[in-house]
T-cell receptor, first 116, second 111 residues
Framework: GAVVSQHPSRVICKSGTSVKIECRSL??????MFWYRQFPKQSLMLMAT?????????EQGVEKDKFLINHASLTLSTLTVTSAHPEDSSFYIC????????????FGPGTRLTVL | RKEVEQDPGPFNVPEGATVAFNCTYS??????FFWYRQDCRKEPKLLMS???SGNEDGRFTAQLNRASQYISLLIRDSKLSDSATYLC????????????FGTGTLLAVQP
């Protein structure tokens, strides 16, 4: 089946640094990808929709200047957490919809970010 | 009010028990409905889609009541391996495939 990868799987950084997370669709093309964030003991919250060739669409309350999204190709979307702070520590997960299907979403394995 | 609400649990049940999870959603325009399973520190995985006519997949039965905006999941003959968080998920917005996740219900099946 379709596979979505994320890199890195885990990152620890100092407060104030920027962290880039990559999401790749390995055997299919994705014009749209989704970025979620999950805090401990909470559910996944949609942050933004990444659109290939155009600007990302951010959910209410998500700072677009802090969470930079670039959908550079049909198989790659990146999320950059700029000037990370401890409150940004979370589990970040991307997903891509299956081609022509509203029922299928392929999730990446997630990236665990810890900001010290 | 959250868009998708679930009882967070935990539900502690013995092996072999039958357990039921409930979920309500607030947006009547919701179009598709799913149950996902998430193991600790892992990504969510699709368990099954939910239809108004009800659907069954082995020990799992899902039901949707659009009038009441209510979704259920029934697990029969619980196994230890069923221990996980079960996420109720809805979508709306046409073809954008945006998933709105519930808070999840934690199930712990005891030996």
């Amino acid at each position: 089946g379709a596979v979505v990868s994320q890199h890195p799987s885990r990152v620890i950084c100092k407060s104030g640094t920027s962290v880039k997370i990559e999401c790749r669709s390995l055997d299919f093309q994705a014009t749209t990808m989704f970025w979620y964030r999950q805090f401990p003991k909470q559910s996944l919250m949609l942050m933004a929709t990444s659109n290939e060739g155009s600007k990302a669409t951010y959910e209410q309350g998500v700072e677009k200047d802090k969470f930079l999204i670039n959908h550079a190709s049909l198989t790659l979307s990146t999320l950059t957490v700029t000037s990370a702070h401890p409150e940004d520590s979370s589990f970040y997960i991307c997903s891509a919809p299956g081609y022509g299907s509203t029922d299928t979403q392929y999730f990446g394995p997630g990236t665990r970010l810890t900001v010290l | 009010r959250k868009e998708v609400e679930q009882d967070p649990g935990p539900f502690n049940v013995p092996e072999g028990a039958t357990v039921a999870f409930n979920c309500t959603y607030s947006n009547s325009a919701s179009q598709s409905f799913f149950w996902y399973r998430q193991d600790c520190r892992k990504e969510p995985k699709l368990l099954m889609s939910v239809y108004s006519s009800g659907n069954e997949d082995g020990r799992f039965t899902a039901q949707l009541n659009r009038a009441s905006q209510y979704i259920s999941l029934l697990i029969r003959d619980s196994k230890l391996s069923d221990s996980a968080t079960y996420l109720c998920v809805v979508t709306y917005g046409g073809a954008t495939n945006k998933l709105i996740f519930g808070t999840g219900t934690l199930l712990a099946v005891q030996p």
